[in-house]
T-cell receptor
Framework: AQTVTQSQPEMSVQEAETVTLSCTYD???????LFWYKQPPSRQMILVIR??????QNATENRFSVNFQKAAKSFSLKISDSQLGDAAMYFC??????????????FGTGTRLQVTL | DGGITQSPKYLFRKEGQNVTLSCEQN?????MYWYRQDPGQGLRLIYY???????QKGDIAEGYSVSREKKESFPLTVTSAQKNPTAFYLC??????????????FGQGTRLTVV
């Protein structure tokens, strides 16, 4: 079974600084997606960034980037120039790629990010 | 605008009663999912459906039931057999294409409290 581990229950960063959230996963599959979701106090799940396992290039979305290490099964999220609006729970998620079927997401336990002035 | 609508936002239930959470999507997605969120445990999959009139159990299906009579709708019933139903419930949908553009779209959730 696939598992996703986020070992940092809470992190804190000063505004404008950079922070990295860690995620490791376990799978025997070779083709899959990895995601980072943000859940602000409204509790709406928002997709931040995704990575396809077959792509060696790390994904970036504005101030958000990932460090994907497939051999190490590691998928960390880097937030640059942190803003107060980045304060939220962040979930790492995994899904295997199957054609024509529902692709269930497996989530980590989350990291609560605080942004301070 | 396309999206997923969950209702109600807050729900209170007396012990021993069944309660149904609504989830509707207009994204034309084939697949729909129900997740439960508890503090410190992330999101756990309850049930999912790939197509109308078909659904499968997730990791924590005991005490729950679902139906999928329409593509747009995937209601979740929390039965009296669920021992600890107080939680935040999230509905999601996705395509069944292997390389879809997003993991899943989520509704805004329903907070269920047993009183």
């Amino acid at each position: 079974a696939q598992t996703v581990t986020q070992s940092q229950p809470e992190m804190s960063v000063q505004e404008a600084e950079t922070v990295t959230l860690s995620c490791t996963y376990d799978t025997s599959e070779s083709d899959y997606y990895l995601f980072w979701y943000k859940q602000p106090p409204s509790r709406q799940m928002i997709l931040v960034i995704r990575q396809e396992a077959y792509k060696q290039q790390n994904a970036t979305e504005n101030r958000f980037s990932v460090n994907f290490q497939k051999a190490a099964k590691s998928f960390s999220l880097k937030i640059s120039d942190s803003q107060l609006g980045d304060a939220a729970m962040y979930f790492c998620a995994y899904r295997v790629i199957y054609t024509g079927t529902a692709s269930k997401l497996t989530f980590g336990t989350g990291t609560r990010l605080q942004v301070t002035l | 605008d396309g999206g997923i609508t969950q209702s109600p936002k807050y729900l209170f239930r007396k012990e021993g009663q069944n309660v149904t959470l609504s989830c509707e999507q207009n994204l034309n997605h084939d697949a729909m999912y129900w997740y439960r969120q508890d503090p410190g445990q992330g999101l756990r999959l309850i049930y999912y459906s790939q197509i109308v009139n078909d659904f499968q159990k997730g990791d924590i299906a005991e005490g729950y039931s679902v139906s999928r009579e329409k593509k747009e709708s995937f209601p979740l019933t929390v039965t009296s057999a669920q021992k600890n139903p107080t939680a935040f419930y999230l509905c999601a949908s996705s395509t069944t294409r292997a390389r879809g553009p997003d993991g899943a779209f989520f509704g805004q959730g329903t907070r269920l409290t047993v009183v």
